[in-house]
């Protein structure tokens, strides 16, 4: 082999290797945010639970479930949010 296609060789794998090493990285990142974002709804239920819709508690802990969905590339609803704004007019 001549020493240029032995360099392109050893480039192609090497970029395979990166190609190849990248996917399980992405996939587990996605799990954690997963996760991360299911944890930030249940503490977010749970103080609703506890404290009420209004409270201090639930607010930040609705906060903290938006910068998981903002940190892990999700967003809210528009409509849903949209609807509990227009419910809390009408009170």
Do not use: W
């Amino acid at each position: 082999m001549t020493r240029s296609i032995k360099n392109l060789c050893i480039a192609l794998l090497f970029i395979a290797g990166l190609v190849a090493s990248s996917v399980p990285a992405s996939a587990d990142r996605d799990d954690k945010c997963e996760r991360r974002i299911h944890q930030a709804e249940e503490k977010l239920r749970d103080a609703v639970q506890r404290h009420g819709e209004n409270s201090r508690q639930a607010h930040k802990r609705h906060e903290e479930l938006e910068r998981a969905e903002r940190e892990c590339g999700r967003h809210r609803d528009h409509d849903h949010d949209h609807d509990h704004d227009h419910d809390h007019d009408q009170h």
